[in-house]
């Protein structure tokens, strides 16, 4: 009960499933299920992860914490509040930022939108006035504030969203993928921000597909696949699922599915997932013992040509891939 | 506000669209030999047409623009209930629409040469104000339905232009079939719009309390279904997800 009350964003059993007709004549009912019983604890002040692919339940969650979304079953508490029942109070002390260009007034300014949104969440006047221009000027926006949002790029509308959500000054941020379709630079700027902000003291809840961006700023993370939890955990202790394990990489053309079927026969192998790279494909595998499998490289791939063989420590990502499954 | 004058179809909606009704009931009705009553219809039909369309639509179109634009889910999810958001937009619709009657009674003035031929000020004021309460009424019971389904649009769109027959804009609704006029007084704008076409004319009758407690209590019947409509599509859309497009 005590770990409950103090914590900043409390899940417990959480389900929802989406009801969609297919048809035009015979209208079939057809389910989905986005969650299966999520259990989630965030602690005050902690930046925490959720990572899964596409339609692995990651926004429903986030939409549920938001109080966009209903859940079927089960409960969620942010800051205590039930987000089914207390809505009103819920949405006065949290801020969220969905991933993507939508989401702003195209036709505005990025200060007519910051101001038509402190409106809605009721901020006096003389605070707005105040701190818009910080937000302004902390996410380096002053300089161009009374430009169409249309006229910015990708960047500076992320730091719009970013400006926004942090409006009301929430206790509790939710970031639904926020660095999608960022160019390297204005992502990782972002992701300063956002460990800033975390080390300022808010809670933040940031759900992602980018291993390295996990890895990089989250305190904790977990893992969800087809709506359940498959791991949680710091980034270490979730890297350590595969310890035992090392990575094989290489470069190859002339990969054949025998060749490939004759990779995964090998002892010790538990993975493998090969990319299209150029013309050639980047095969990494998941083995137990990295010397005796690249041994056995020119042997099966006899024939093929075989370059830039290399073998390293897990990253997250391969802890990833390692619990989401192989994708070949 | 900003976004309309920044948008040119809302631009077209109470300049251009509105001419061409008033035009084309000017064409019609002011002829010699037509009575008071019949010219008045030309004078403010289009006016009428453009200050209902323009509020009916402009609410809903602001919901769609707002799913398109992916700040529904935003503003659905602020402290402000969406019933104040909603209740800014049909006020700002009010406005805008009430600029209808600039072009179109330039129009008849300017372009046609006629003018109201009789006017009682008191009434004519008084029918104007139940009218843009019972504009009100209907907009913003109906708006909400826009955020719910997206194929709303289409559905409402054609109760848009049912309206310029039934509430009796461009033609008496006495004109109508029975069991149209029966539908007809089920709509709070059809008695505000007959008490402002009488306050035009000295040809009776002037019923204006009956309409005028018409058009308030079927407005107020409207408020009260969509406070119950409200609480619906705020439950429902938190259930299905139908507020963001993907």
Redesign the interface.
């Known amino acids: 009960m005590s770990s409950q009350a103090a914590a900043a964003i409390q899940v417990t059993a959480l389900g929802k499933k989406?009801v969609t007709k297919r048809g035009t004549f015979r209208r079939t009912r057809v389910e989905n299920v986005a969650l299966a019983g999520v259990d989630l604890a965030i602690q005050p002040g902690e930046l925490f992860g959720l990572l899964g692919p596409n339609g692995a339940g990651k926004t429903?969650a986030t939409?549920i914490l938001?109080?966009?979304?209903?859940p079927d079953t089960g409960s969620a508490r942010v800051l205590g509040l039930d987000v089914v029942k207390e809505t009103?109070a819920v949405?006065?002390r949290i801020g969220?930022v969905?991933g993507?260009e939508?989401?702003?007034?195209?036709?505005?300014s990025g200060l007519?939108n910051l101001r038509y949104?402190a409106?809605?969440?009721?901020i006096p006047p003389d605070v707005s006035r105040r701190r818009i221009a910080n937000l302004l000027e902390r996410l380096d926006l002053s300089e161009r504030q009374h430009d169409k949002v249309e006229l910015y790029s990708r960047g500076m509308k992320q730091r719009l969203h970013l400006a926004?959500g942090l409006l009301n000054d929430p206790e509790v941020l939710f970031l639904d993928e926020p660095t999608i379709g960022l160019d390297p630079v204005g992502a990782r700027e972002l992701r300063v921000m956002v460990r800033e902000l975390a080390d300022a003291g808010k809670t933040i809840f940031l759900t992602t597909h980018y291993m390295f961006e996990a890895d990089a700023i989250c305190d904790r993370i977990a893992v969800i696949k087809k709506g359940a939890i498959v791991a949680e955990g710091t980034p270490s202790s979730i890297k350590r699922v595969v310890e035992h394990e090392g990575v094989v990489e290489f470069e190859v053309m002339g990969m054949t599915p025998e060749r490939l079927a004759g990779l995964r026969d090998l002892p010790g192998v538990s993975s493998v997932v090969v990319a299209d790279h150029e013309l050639a494909q980047l095969v990494t595998l998941h083995c137990a013992h990295p010397a005796d499998v690249m041994t056995q490289l020119g042997v099966i791939l006899v024939g093929a040509d075989l370059k830039k063989v290399s073998s390293r420590e897990p990253t997250l990502e391969d802890a990833y891939v390692h619990l989401i499954g192989e994708s070949t | 506000m900003r976004l309309r004058f920044v948008s040119p179809f809302a631009v077209l909606a109470w300049t251009f669209f509105p001419l061409v009704f008033a035009a084309l009931g000017l064409f019609v009705l002011n002829r010699p030999g037509v009575t008071s009553t019949q010219l008045a219809y030309g004078v403010l039909g289009g006016g009428l047409i453009g200050y209902w369309g323009v509020t009916y639509l402009d609410a809903g179109n602001g919901i769609q623009d707002e799913r398109w634009n992916g700040t529904l889910e935003q503003i659905f999810a602020v402290p402000t209930p969406l019933w104040a958001i909603i209740l800014g937009k049909v006020c700002g619709g009010l406005l805008w629409g009430m600029l209808s009657f600039l072009p179109t009674l330039a129009l008849a003035f300017f372009g046609f040469h006629a003018f109201l031929p009789h006017i009682d000020a008191l009434p004519f004021a008084v029918s104007f104000a139940a009218l843009t309460i019972s504009f009100f009424a209907v907009a913003f019971m109906l708006t909400p339905l826009f955020a719910l389904w997206r194929w709303a649009f289409s559905m409402l769109n054609g109760f848009e232009l049912g309206a310029y027959v039934l509430c009796g804009f461009m033609f008496p609704v006495t004109l109508l079939p029975q069991w149209a006029q029966a539908v007809a007084g089920l709509l709070p704008p059809t008695w505000a719009t007959r008490a402002v076409y009488a306050s035009t004319t000295t040809e009776g009758p002037h019923d204006y309390v009956v309409w005028w407690a018409a058009t308030i209590g079927l407005s107020v019947v409207y408020l009260v279904g969509a406070s119950f409509l409200y609480e619906l599509v705020q439950r429902k859309a938190r259930v299905s997800g139908e507020l963001a497009l993907a």
């Open positions: 989406f429903t939409k938001t109080t966009l979304l209903l009103d949405r006065r969220f969905f993507g939508r989401g702003l007034y195209w036709r505005l007519d949104f409106d809605l969440y009721r926004r």
